[in-house]
């Protein structure tokens, strides 16, 4: 029997002190919704514009030289490939990423120029899962999935205790309440190991809300095959891993879904207000609190995940006012 990894906060600690070690901290902004001052915290700022870096880093850094020489290969829409790109290229490795065919041709371009092998793939009638896993199989790389790895939940973790020491110098204390993104889990089931003592709300786009359908039942419901169309790129998977199910799980975290048309005033108010340029999947934690989805209060962090928009779409939703 295969024995599973997995995270620990011990291991989260680990990746926030290698995060410390390469990059300075992502900024933590404030603004205020509906009167209740909140606290931003920016991973749209990263290198690679999303927070995917650090579970790519802590990842492929705990690889021995010879698995670093044999490579990795990774599946995703853009985000976690740039992350694994970028780390691949900072400890000069290979790296093979399968990405749909649709996925934004702004994070496939600097997914290419990173130096990683891009293999494209049919995101409706291709299981990008399975090609990756051949590819893996066929070159003896490591597979380096974006959310379903011990190592990667704990790398996006360390957000959590970059913020928690943040929280501390501003004079905040505690983070008692945590809203983020959730696509496959892998950020909020690291926060939620990173802040124990904090309340978690996991926010995603509507028909795409399985980790919210999945906490409410107690098991893993996927998304249905007739899933609407959503904006978020980043947040569209089909099934979450039961790695992240069980970590946020046991912390008792709840969800919310937003609308795109919420999606899309929260891109425009971070804009104005945090003057970040925000990613629809980056956006829906801002979006749920807009839409009173979910309440502000004291001491709460809010995750920015990702910055990496197509800008003709980006103009489109600035130039909107729905």
């Not at 990423?97 to 041709?105: E, G, L, N, R, S």
């Not at 204390?173 to 904090?198: E, K, N, R, Y």
């Not at 095959?225 to 946020?248: G, H, I, M």
Request: aromatic share 4%; net charge negative.
């Amino acid at each position: 029997m295969t024995i599973v990894r997995q995270p620990t906060r011990a291991g989260v600690r680990d990746a926030a002190a290698k995060m410390a070690d390469l990059l300075p901290p992502t900024p933590l902004l404030r603004a205020r919704i509906r009167g209740v001052e909140l606290a931003f915290k920016a991973e749209s700022l990263q290198p690679i514009g999303a927070f995917k870096i650090r579970g790519a880093w802590h990842r492929l850094t705990a690889l021995d030289e010879e698995a670093r020489a044999r490579g990795v290969v990774a599946f995703s829409s853009g985000n976690h490939a740039q992350g694994v790109a970028w780390a691949a290229r900072e400890l000069e490795m290979p790296a093979v990423i399968v990405m749909p065919d649709d996925a934004p041709k702004v994070k496939r371009d600097s997914t290419l120029s990173l130096g990683a092998e891009v293999v494209g793939c049919n995101r409706f009638t291709d299981s990008r899962e399975k090609i990756a896993a051949h590819l893996a199989h066929a070159r003896g790389a490591v597979l380096v999935p974006s959310f379903d790895d011990a190592w990667v939940i704990e790398g996006q973790g360390s957000a959590g205790i970059e913020a928690e020491d943040q929280f501390d110098e501003i004079g905040w204390g505690t983070v008692d309440h945590v809203v983020t993104p959730c696509g496959g889990g892998g950020l909020s089931a690291g926060l939620a190991l990173a802040l124990p003592d904090a309340q978690l709300t996991i926010v995603e786009p509507e028909g795409w809300d399985d980790m919210r359908r999945s906490l409410e039942a107690g098991w893993i419901e996927e998304v249905p095959d007739d899933a609407p169309y959503t904006s978020c790129d980043s947040l569209q998977t089909k099934r979450v891993s039961q790695l992240t199910f069980d970590v946020l799980s046991r912390r008792g975290a709840t969800g919310v879904a937003v609308t795109e048309a919420e999606i899309r005033a929260a891109q425009r108010w971070a804009a104005a207000k945090l003057r970040l340029v925000v990613e629809p999947g980056g956006a829906v934690a801002i979006a749920a609190l807009l839409a009173g989805k979910v309440e502000p209060q004291e001491n709460m962090l809010v995750m920015v995940s990702g910055g990496n928009v197509d800008p003709e779409a980006y103009a489109a939703v600035l130039g909107r006012s729905d």
